[in-house]
């Protein structure tokens, strides 16, 4: 590789202190690089028709390498993550080993994972508009989509649906739609299943659920799942939509939310051949 673009996340390297060796020994081999913090990622000014990368490197947690994802989709730019967070599932190179990690790049010493993305479909607007009167807001999620209730005090009231075929209908906090990469995430602590990266497969978890009968569920990534909230009186509960916990989106009483399989999916660099049980035992135990 000769050209990369780093996204630093100044909030973990405060004074940009080991972004800046990072580009040093980038400028010092004879490669090119583009630098931006996590702000500029968002407004997308540094997108230009010249820009010229080969991957992005990630400098910040798992949180930080989530972000990009949905920002680099589409654009076949696979990612390395420097982990200056805590766990570092996802961003796997620990800061003392940065020189290591860029001479494989340069030698092309690499492997990409391939990991699946969903596409969320949310209606907006009043709740007493038909599905076909209203917007359609998208999202996409490397992690999960989650939909929960806005306030504290109720619960709300949801069925779950396969291929249209009735899953489940129950009363809780809410549901959570992960991909094998955000089964360590909160559909972990929600009880959720552990799913390897390789898997095909989606993982529906209930949050809370009043009932002893729920329980995950997990499908196939070639499914659409469908989640309709249902309002029993004008006090239930009203409830929010968030995708790897950035991007939230107001619900209504009435409404259903479709999620699939993205047609994009974020491509992950690896340097290490550590087993996914390996790395699992090393995070969790």
């Not at 680099?72 to 080993?97: Q, R, S």
Request: with cysteine; proline share 4%; net charge negative.
């Amino acid at each position: 590789m000769e050209k990369f673009l780093i996204v630093t996340n100044e909030n973990k390297d405060k004074g940009n202190i080991i972004t800046r060796q990072l580009a040093d020994y980038i400028e010092a081999s004879g490669r090119k690089f583009t630098l931006i913090d996590t702000k500029a990622l968002e407004d997308k000014t540094w997108l230009t028709p010249e820009l010229d990368v080969e991957c992005a490197i990630v400098l910040g947690g798992d949180g930080t390498l989530i972000r990009c994802a949905t920002h680099l989709m589409g654009l076949d730019i696979p990612i390395l993550g420097i982990n200056l967070g805590t766990v570092g599932f996802l961003a796997e190179i620990e800061k003392h080993n940065i020189s290591l990690a860029l001479d494989r790049l340069f030698a092309d010493d690499y492997m990409i994972e391939n990991r699946l993305m969903l596409h969320g479909e949310f209606p907006m607007g009043p709740s007493h508009m038909s599905h076909d009167e209203k917007d359609i807001n998208l999202c996409y999620a490397l992690n999960d989509i989650v939909i929960t209730r806005k306030g504290h005090s109720r619960i709300i009231n949801i069925k779950i649906y396969v291929n249209d075929e009735l899953v489940d209908d129950y009363r809780g906090d809410g549901v959570i739609i992960s991909t094998p990469t955000g089964s360590t995430s909160y559909n972990l602590s929600a009880g959720g299943p552990i799913i390897t990266h390789r898997a095909n497969v989606m993982v529906v978890t209930p949050i809370c659920p009043h009932s002893l009968s729920p329980r995950s569920v997990v499908v196939s990534a070639e499914d659409n799942i469908k989640v309709v909230l249902r309002s029993r009186d004008e006090l239930d509960e009203p409830a929010i939509a968030t995708c790897d916990g950035q991007t939230v989106i107001e619900l209504g009483k009435e409404d259903e939310i479709l999620i699939k399989k993205a047609q994009y999916s974020t491509g992950l660099i690896r340097l290490n051949q550590t087993s996914v049980y390996e790395i699992l035992r090393s995070k969790l135990l």
